[in-house]
């Protein structure tokens, strides 16, 4: 393990890159064994607007170990990102998550879905025509997909991920700069993608009602995103305060504790009629880069 500080000076300790120990070895075999017998789950978590409107929902992963018990996501897919297993874990999530969407579709819930996906994955060739391909199979429009993406995509080969993401916006898929603000991203970057929504990143936001900064952070990042013609969702909101404090720096949507947390998809079936109604997406018009 080596010790990292986070942006509050606190010592949080991440697992080293090394890929040979056992113990991440171990995990990786159960991984793949979890991933063939079906029993990695996708929990949901709605986004949704001040006025209530239910923008959409956010697919997480959830895995339990048989001897370990729950294994937090960001621990296995740093694993699955490093061993190559990271395109059979997005083909799992995807299917998942279609199959889910098609459902609820015809039950008359017509909400769109986020799946979160790794810049790999992006970068993986053809990764644009499997996703359209995987759209048709399951029926399910382009515009109820969402894809998550992060500002690490840019890293590696920017030119490429930006054909990849065109590519997939040719094909009507929506998509959103998750955790804003903690990669590396300029502004002409971010300018460039063709993403439809700016997510910013909680370590921003769970400070918002008591630490000056942070809120000025989130106001320049709102009012930055929204002359892109981006809509914002907050994570991580936890406390009316901190949603008051959203709403009146013109934040479009939030996802977080005080609304709901990610839910097995039975209990969001239910959430969502308790809701009464089909929930709409919330649209921002984005001006024509220059
Ligand atoms: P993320 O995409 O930024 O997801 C938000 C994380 O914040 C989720 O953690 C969610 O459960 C948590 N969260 C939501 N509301 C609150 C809140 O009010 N307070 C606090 N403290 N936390 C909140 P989770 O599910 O542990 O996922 C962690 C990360 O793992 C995700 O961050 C995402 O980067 C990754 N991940 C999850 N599922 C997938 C997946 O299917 N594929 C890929 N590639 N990555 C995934
Ligand atoms: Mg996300
Ligand atoms: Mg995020
Ligand atoms: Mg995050």
């Given at each position: ?23 991440r ?5 159960d ?6 017998a ?15 409107v ?5 697919a ?30 997005t083909e ?5 998550a279609?199959?889910?969407v ?8 017509t909400v ?26 399951h029926?399910?429009p ?27 916006a040719?094909h ?9 603000g ?29 630490d ?8 320049c ?18 406390d009316?305060?901190t ?12 996802q977080g504790?005080?609304?709901a947390?990610?839910m ?10 308790a ?11 984005r001006?024509?880069?220059q």
């Amino acid at each position: 393990y080596e010790a990292k500080r986070d942006r509050t000076g606190v010592e949080v300790y991440e697992a080293t890159r090394d890929e040979n120990t056992p113990d991440r070895l171990g995990l990786l075999a159960d991984l793949r064994r979890a991933l063939d017998a079906g029993e990695v789950e996708l929990h949901y978590q709605p986004k949704v607007g001040f006025d209530g409107v239910v923008a959409g929902l956010e697919a997480l992963v959830r895995w339990v170990h048989p001897e370990r018990g729950r294994v937090p996501p960001d621990e296995f897919i740093a694993i699955a990102e490093t061993s190559g297993l990271m395109p059979r874990l997005t083909e799992y999530v995807l299917e998942t998550a279609l199959a889910q969407v098609s459902r609820w579709r015809s039950d008359g819930l017509t909400v769109p879905v986020a799946v979160n996906v790794s810049p790999r994955d992006v970068h993986a060739p053809g990764f644009a025509g499997a996703v359209a391909g995987r759209l048709a199979r399951h029926g399910v429009p382009a515009g109820a997909l969402q894809l998550e993406i992060t500002e690490h995509v840019l890293l590696e080969d920017p030119h490429r991920a930006a054909d990849t993401l065109a590519a997939l916006a040719g094909h009507g898929v929506k998509m959103s700069l998750d955790d804003f603000g903690t990669g590396y991203s300029s502004l002409v970057h971010l300018r460039r993608l063709p993403v439809s929504e700016l997510k910013i990143d909680r370590s921003f936001v769970a400070r918002l009602a008591v630490d000056a900064e942070d809120a000025e952070i989130v106001r320049c990042t709102v009012d930055l995103a929204h002359s892109l013609g981006l809509l914002v969702v907050a994570e991580g909101v936890e406390d009316d305060e901190t949603w008051e404090r959203l709403r009146d720096l013109g934040c479009d949507a939030v996802q977080g504790w005080l609304v709901a947390a990610a839910m097995p998809p039975d209990e969001t079936t239910a959430w969502l009629r308790a809701r009464d109604g089909v929930p709409h997406s919330l649209e921002r018009a984005r001006p024509r880069p220059q």
